[in-house]
């Protein structure tokens, strides 16, 4: 079936309580500002953060589990440092019409499976502001996302690594993990919140998530015994398009 018809009801009750409202609530829209515009002044924010910034990478060149609290990023070039620009990998996308750049910085693969871009992800990670490096989101504890409910980098950047390649239930009921994947992702606004972000977070800021990603479970989000993954008929990585 068709995704996009599930969420008719939900459209025409909102249209409903909408229209009920009274005229003098009215609101402005905010207008956007030009993907393609923003994406050039985007990029030369990010290659700029990436030029002059430093990374503990000899750290994660020893043996171990290493976590994104391990991870220091510098403007000061210490022993064993290495400048972001020479150690991301630049991937590009098109999207809404709009050529991106993305930058990830690959800290360790994993050595499990890779998720797809619709699956539910188990991680932990910490978001900041590429502007000032303050921290607007993070988690102590292992947490669950529906990647299609994040933003678009998430959805390109997750794929990329691996689940952990075993995991130990302990005694007190937490979980050690071993060997998953643990990186940094560099977004643009484009494929961040752009003009719409939630609270804490500045329209049109460029991102920092690092994360460590553990297990990873298929979906099945119209519930009709069929994979997500197998419903986007054109690969456009938007499964609620397609009419199966």
């Known amino acids: 079936m068709n995704l996009r018809k599930l969420t008719i009801l939900t459209l025409?009750?909102?249209f409903v309580f909408t229209a009920c409202k009274k005229d003098d609530d009215s609101f402005v829209p905010i207008q956007e500002r030009?993907?393609?515009?923003?994406?050039?002044?985007?990029?030369d924010s990010l290659m700029t953060y990436l030029q002059t910034h430093y990374?503990?990478?000899?750290?994660?060149?020893?043996?171990?589990n290493h976590t994104i609290s391990d991870l220091i990023?510098?403007?000061?070039?210490?022993?064993?440092?290495?400048?972001?620009?020479?150690?991301?990998?630049?991937?590009?996308?098109?999207?809404?019409?709009?050529?991106?750049?993305?930058?990830?910085?690959?800290?360790?693969?994993?050595?499990?499976?890779?998720?797809?871009?619709?699956?539910?992800?188990?991680?932990?990670?910490?978001?900041?502001l590429l502007?000032?490096?303050?921290?607007?989101?993070?988690?102590?504890?292992?947490?669950?996302?529906d990647l299609l409910n994040l933003v678009q980098g998430w959805r390109l950047?997750?794929?990329?690594?691996?689940?952990?390649?075993?995991f130990?239930?302990?005694?007190d009921g937490t979980v050690s993990y071993n060997n998953?994947?643990?990186?940094v992702m560099f977004l643009p606004s484009g494929l961040a919140y752009y003009a719409s972000p939630p609270f804490g977070i500045s329209a049109y800021s460029n991102l920092v998530f690092k994360f460590e990603l553990y297990q990873t479970g298929e979906n099945d989000h119209d519930l009709d015994l069929i994979k997500t993954q197998f419903e986007d008929l054109d690969n456009d990585m938007d499964p609620f398009n397609d009419d199966t």
Do not use: H, M, W
């Open 168 to 171: 130990v239930e302990n005694s």
């Open 73 to 128: 990023i510098s403007e000061t070039q210490e022993a064993g440092y290495v400048l972001l620009s020479d150690a991301v990998e630049t991937k590009t996308t098109v999207y809404k019409e709009t050529d991106y750049e993305y930058y990830i910085l690959n800290l360790n693969l994993g050595g499990g499976e890779s998720p797809l871009y619709c699956n539910d992800v188990r991680v932990n990670y910490s978001g900041s």
């Open 34 to 43: 030009d993907r393609t515009e923003q994406q050039i002044a985007d990029k």
């Open 12 to 14: 025409c009750l909102a």
């Open 55 to 64: 990374y503990n990478a000899a750290l994660f060149e020893t043996a171990g």
């Open 131 to 145: 502007e000032n490096g303050e921290v607007f989101d993070s988690t102590v504890n292992p947490t669950e996302f």
């Open 180 to 183: 998953y994947g643990l990186g």
């Open 157 to 166: 950047v997750i794929p990329e690594f691996k689940t952990a390649e075993s």
